[in-house]
């Protein structure tokens, strides 16, 4: 598949840069991301110009996960993916959480997922105690389905308790009750 951009309100998505590199690396600096993310730690400008240059490619060529940078004007923000038939995932750099940016990007990537039939369904996970993932995923319209071993492992290979949700197309959009407070 080839790379495509999507806008979401003030947001545009479109593809990560080499120009990026230096946020990325900044905002993958966040000690939330090592208790909560699979990303390499301590995360080095290495790890963020091979995400760049070949995991966002590989993803996109291959049509098994495709992924963009949130920008608001031109700024780089964070980054949204989804993994055909897994799972989406989400994060945003520390100065720009709690602008109501990521369920905005999430529901634009999730609408384009559901319109094309790329997928059927989205799920999301994330490790129990991540509220800031768990409170995008519930605003976006997931409905929470309890707590599993994460499908994606971790650095050290395991598969530690996770949140679980899904969102299907028939689903609405507006956040459901029985998330974990």
């Given at each position: 598949m080839?790379?495509?951009?999507?806008t979401?309100?003030?947001?545009?998505?479109?593809?990560p840069?080499?120009?990026?590199?230096?946020?990325?690396?900044?905002?993958?600096?966040?000690?939330?991301?090592?208790?909560?993310?699979?990303?390499?730690?301590p995360?080095?400008?290495?790890h963020?110009?091979f995400?760049?240059d070949?995991f966002?490619?590989?993803?996109?060529?291959?049509?098994?996960?495709?992924?963009?940078?949130?920008?608001?004007?031109?700024?780089?923000?964070?980054?949204?993916?989804?993994?055909?038939?897994?799972?989406?995932?989400?994060?945003?750099?520390?100065?720009?959480?709690?602008?109501?940016?990521?369920?905005l990007?999430?529901n634009?990537?999730?609408d384009?997922?559901?319109?094309?039939g790329?997928?059927?369904?989205?799920?999301?996970?994330?490790?129990?105690?991540?509220t800031?993932?768990?409170?995008?995923?519930?605003?976006?319209?997931?409905?929470?389905?309890?707590?599993e071993s994460?499908?994606?492992?971790?650095?050290?290979?395991?598969?530690?308790?996770?949140?679980?949700?899904?969102?299907?197309?028939?689903?609405?959009?507006?956040?459901?009750?029985?998330w974990?407070?």
């Amino acid at each position: 598949m080839e790379p495509f951009d999507l806008t979401a309100g003030p947001l545009v998505l479109d593809q990560p840069t080499r120009a990026d590199v230096p946020l990325i690396t900044e905002y993958c600096q966040d000690p939330l991301f090592e208790a909560y993310m699979t990303l390499p730690w301590p995360y080095e400008p290495k790890h963020a110009e091979f995400f760049v240059d070949e995991f966002v490619p590989r993803g996109w060529s291959s049509d098994t996960e495709v992924t963009w940078a949130l920008r608001r004007d031109g700024e780089f923000l964070g980054v949204v993916g989804l993994r055909k038939n897994t799972m989406i995932g989400f994060w945003l750099g520390a100065p720009h959480r709690g602008s109501g940016y990521t369920p905005l990007a999430v529901n634009a990537v999730v609408d384009w997922a559901f319109e094309s039939g790329w997928v059927p369904e989205v799920r999301w996970e994330a490790i129990v105690g991540n509220t800031a993932s768990l409170a995008v995923a519930r605003k976006a319209g997931f409905t929470y389905t309890g707590v599993e071993s994460a499908m994606v492992a971790g650095r050290d290979g395991s598969h530690p308790d996770s949140w679980q949700a899904v969102l299907r197309p028939t689903d609405s959009r507006s956040p459901k009750a029985g998330w974990p407070a």
